[in-house]
């Protein structure tokens, strides 16, 4: 795959906002299954906060490519006041992402000389192999350690960084004010990269199950079950679990519904400008245009010097920021490291599962961004996924390489809807279907075939655009997230209406991981999405701040899905 494939959703949330500059007051000590828990206690919103709250055991040493272990229990009471390690991951590897938003939210050049100097210096915290914590934002205890009502919803959240970056202690994922509308807030860290994504020959011989790979999948499968068997001595309610992620936690949301070990363990989910379902990796065979996981796990090796005959001890003496040094260094062996399916830990392909009906239905609230591909099309410039080399202008030329993938009706809608045989609109209209392509027609099919499983289904789409005349970004990927979270950066330009859009987006999602309905007192009707219909949170160019649409982009949608289900074919009688 190209190289955007891997690094498309490596966008980080900006996180200009330093949570907890002020040292806040401890709890007293909570008890848990692990042991004896101090935290934070968060007197101006009631909202406790415990970090680093280890899920499983570090998977350092003869762990290191495993599943997880079991958790470590405390003899001594302990100090959940700081974040645990972030797992490993190419250091500023992200940073022309960040650069990008940035420069595209139009702000004069002092003020973005300001802000990117304020995140060149912001701490980046440490990397590390053992870095298998969570942290938990709770309303329902006090700072006396004791639970103050009846038991909560759980919100868990998976971050998004392409399943190489990221970390869950990210300054726009720390904020009170989903915790303060109800619910237990918890989000994790997962393996990245190489160290949760790469199989191998050598690994797969060595593992009692005979697969190797997935480790990243297997650690969120970890954290929820650390929940389920935790999150009550936090206020929270193990029966009503909520999955939710941005980008490649969107990702993760999908493939969590895909494997059957995480039934039982959510009971909703929330997927933000991200889904699995184009992802055709198997373990150990080429996919449609995707190396197995084999193949990356050997080449991997190959660079490193050691023999295709290696052993899974050889593999575990490599250093760990030799790797990471590695992979940095040639991003098209990072191309591998995603889950694969494997017949264990994945059965099927996840877009051949959610087609089949063979995944864990669930109530569902998915959606995406109006300009996803704003941050990344100018890196590689093609419209579609599914072609390499794609001609940049010449209508027959272009008819000529879509035609076999997508057939002759929809390859002629894409051309009219799109205009990109023209020239001077190829950047434009070529950066939108790439957007609609990856992420649009895949939260769409997700949202669809949820709701053919009996489950109540609703999708969005989110188009609010930076303040400023002067920006070029849209409504970006990961544009949302701080809506969610009520965590916009003033230094960026918050607007009343900015407020107004984050209030309605944060009631939707806390009632919905309430009871699998979005809907509320004094909210705008979401109604699901039986007959295309979209909930469009924008309130741009005097539009109103929500508004529901019956089949937004749908003749674009329609014609690229076609792609979709021609790759899903090909891929459906592989052999793991």
Same mark, same amino acid.
């Given at each position: 795959?190209?190289?955007?494939?891997?690094?498309?959703?490596?966008?980080?949330?900006?996180?200009?906002?330093?949570?907890?500059?002020?040292?806040?007051?401890?709890? *007293?000590?909570?008890?848990?299954?692990?042991?004896?828990?101090?935290?934070?206690?968060?007197?101006?919103?009631?909202?406790?906060?415990?970090? %680093?709250?280890?899920?499983?055991?570090?998977?350092? %040493?003869?762990?290191?490519?495993?599943?997880?272990? @079991?958790?470590?229990?405390?003899?001594?009471?302990?100090?959940?006041?700081?974040?645990?390690?972030?797992?490993?991951?190419?250091?500023?590897?992200?940073?022309?992402?960040?650069?990008? =938003?940035?420069?595209?939210?139009?702000?004069?050049?002092?003020?973005?000389?300001?802000?990117?100097?304020?995140?060149?210096?912001?701490?980046?915290?440490?990397?590390?192999?053992?870095?298998?914590?969570?942290? #938990?934002?709770?309303?329902?205890?006090?700072?006396?350690?004791?639970?103050?009502?009846?038991?909560?919803?759980?919100?868990?959240?998976?971050?998004? %960084?392409?399943?190489?970056?990221? !970390?869950?202690?990210?300054?726009? &994922?720390?904020?009170?004010?989903?915790?303060?509308?109800?619910? #237990?807030?918890?989000? =994790?860290?997962?393996?990245?990269?190489?160290?949760?994504?790469?199989?191998?020959?050598?690994?797969?011989?060595?593992?009692?199950?005979?697969? @190797?790979?997935? &480790?990243?999948?297997?650690?969120? =499968?970890?954290?929820?079950?650390?929940?389920?068997?935790?999150?009550?001595?936090?206020?929270?309610?193990?029966?009503?679990?909520?999955?939710?992620?941005?980008?490649?936690?969107?990702?993760?949301?999908?493939? $969590?519904?895909?494997?059957?070990?995480?039934?039982?363990?959510?009971?909703?989910?929330?997927?933000?400008?991200?889904? !699995?379902?184009?992802?055709?990796?198997?373990?150990?065979?080429?996919?449609?245009?995707?190396?197995?996981?084999?193949?990356?796990?050997?080449?991997?090796?190959?660079?490193?010097?050691?023999?295709?005959?290696?052993?899974?001890?050889? $593999?575990?003496?490599?250093?760990?920021?030799?790797?990471?040094?590695?992979?940095?260094? *040639? =991003?098209?062996?990072?191309?591998?490291?995603?889950?694969?399916?494997?017949?264990?830990?994945?059965?099927?392909?996840?877009?051949?599962?959610?087609?089949? %009906?063979?995944?864990?239905?669930?109530?569902?609230?998915?959606?995406?961004?109006?300009?996803?591909?704003?941050?990344?099309?100018?890196?590689?410039? +093609?419209?579609?996924?599914?072609?390499?080399?794609?001609?940049?202008?010449?209508?027959?030329?272009?008819?000529?390489?879509?035609?076999?993938?997508?057939? !002759?009706?929809?390859?002629?809608?894409? $051309?009219?809807? &799109?205009?990109?045989?023209?020239?001077?609109?190829?950047?434009?209209?070529?950066?939108?279907?790439?957007?609609?392509?990856?992420?649009?027609?895949?939260?769409?099919?997700?949202?669809?075939?949820?709701?053919?499983?009996?489950?109540? @289904?609703?999708? &969005?789409?989110?188009?609010?655009?930076?303040?400023? +005349?002067?920006?070029?970004?849209?409504?970006?990927?990961?544009?949302?997230?701080?809506?969610?979270?009520?965590?916009?950066?003033?230094?960026?330009?918050?607007? +009343?209406?900015?407020?107004?859009?984050?209030?309605?987006?944060?009631?939707?999602?806390?009632?919905?991981?309430?009871?699998? *309905?979005?809907?509320?007192?004094?909210?705008?009707?979401?109604?699901?999405?039986?007959?295309?219909?979209?909930?469009?949170?924008?309130?741009?160019?005097?539009?109103?701040?929500?508004?529901?649409?019956?089949?937004?982009?749908?003749?674009? $949608?329609?014609?690229?899905?076609?792609?979709?289900?021609?790759?899903?074919?090909?891929?459906?009688?592989?052999?793991?």
């Amino acid at each position: 795959m190209r190289k955007f494939i891997t690094l498309i959703l490596a966008t980080t949330a900006l996180g200009l906002t330093a949570c907890g500059d002020e040292p806040l007051p401890p709890t *007293n000590a909570v008890e848990t299954p692990q042991g004896k828990v101090i935290g934070e206690w968060n007197e101006d919103t009631g909202v406790a906060n415990f970090m %680093g709250l280890p899920f499983a055991a570090p998977p350092v %040493g003869d762990l290191r490519w495993r599943p997880p272990a @079991s958790a470590p229990t405390f003899s001594e009471t302990y100090s959940a006041t700081a974040f645990g390690n972030r797992c490993m991951q190419p250091i500023g590897g992200e940073n022309s992402f960040i650069n990008r =938003i940035i420069e595209g939210q139009g702000l004069n050049g002092v003020k973005e000389t300001l802000v990117k100097g304020v995140v060149a210096s912001m701490p980046a915290g440490e990397f590390s192999e053992d870095c298998l914590y969570l942290n #938990v934002r709770t309303p329902n205890l006090g700072q006396d350690g004791m639970m103050d009502g009846e038991k909560l919803p759980v919100m868990v959240w998976i971050h998004g %960084g392409g399943h190489s970056f990221g !970390s869950g202690d990210q300054g726009f &994922y720390q904020g009170d004010a989903l915790p303060q509308k109800g619910v #237990v807030l918890v989000t =994790i860290n997962y393996r990245l990269g190489a160290f949760g994504y790469m199989a191998h020959p050598a690994l797969t011989a060595d593992d009692p199950r005979g697969v @190797s790979g997935n &480790y990243g999948l297997l650690d969120q =499968i970890a954290a929820l079950n650390w929940v389920k068997s935790n999150i009550e001595s936090y206020g929270g309610d193990a029966g009503n679990v909520t999955i939710f992620g941005e980008s490649a936690g969107g990702w993760s949301v999908t493939e $969590l519904m895909s494997a059957p070990m995480a039934k039982g363990l959510f009971h909703r989910a929330i997927g933000q400008s991200g889904a !699995s379902t184009y992802h055709l990796g198997s373990l150990d065979d080429n996919g449609t245009m995707w190396p197995s996981g084999h193949a990356g796990g050997l080449e991997l090796a190959k660079s490193m010097g050691l023999p295709e005959t290696a052993s899974a001890t050889d $593999l575990r003496a490599l250093s760990a920021t030799d790797i990471m040094e590695t992979v940095g260094a *040639n =991003i098209e062996i990072g191309e591998a490291f995603h889950t694969v399916r494997d017949g264990v830990v994945l059965p099927k392909n996840i877009g051949v599962a959610f087609r089949d %009906g063979d995944f864990i239905a669930v109530p569902t609230l998915f959606g995406y961004n109006g300009d996803e591909g704003t941050l990344f099309f100018g890196d590689d410039p +093609e419209p579609t996924v599914w072609l390499e080399g794609f001609p940049r202008e010449g209508k027959a030329a272009q008819m000529t390489a879509l035609e076999p993938i997508f057939g !002759s009706n929809a390859a002629q809608t894409l $051309l009219s809807e &799109y205009k990109i045989s023209d020239a001077e609109t190829f950047m434009e209209q070529g950066t939108q279907m790439l957007g609609d392509e990856i992420f649009g027609v895949n939260v769409r099919f997700v949202t669809r075939q949820s709701a053919k499983a009996g489950q109540p @289904s609703y999708i &969005y789409a989110f188009t609010r655009i930076p303040p400023s +005349e002067k920006q070029t970004i849209g409504a970006y990927h990961g544009a949302e997230i701080p809506f969610v979270f009520g965590t916009g950066e003033e230094a960026l330009g918050i607007s +009343e209406e900015d407020m107004q859009i984050s209030e309605l987006m944060q009631n939707y999602w806390v009632n919905f991981a309430r009871t699998g *309905n979005p809907n509320g007192e004094g909210l705008p009707n979401w109604p699901q999405h039986n007959s295309e219909n979209w909930m469009v949170f924008g309130g741009n160019n005097e539009r109103p701040l929500t508004a529901v649409e019956t089949g937004f982009r749908k003749a674009k $949608l329609d014609a690229l899905e076609n792609g979709l289900m021609y790759h899903l074919d090909l891929v459906d009688t592989d052999a793991p």
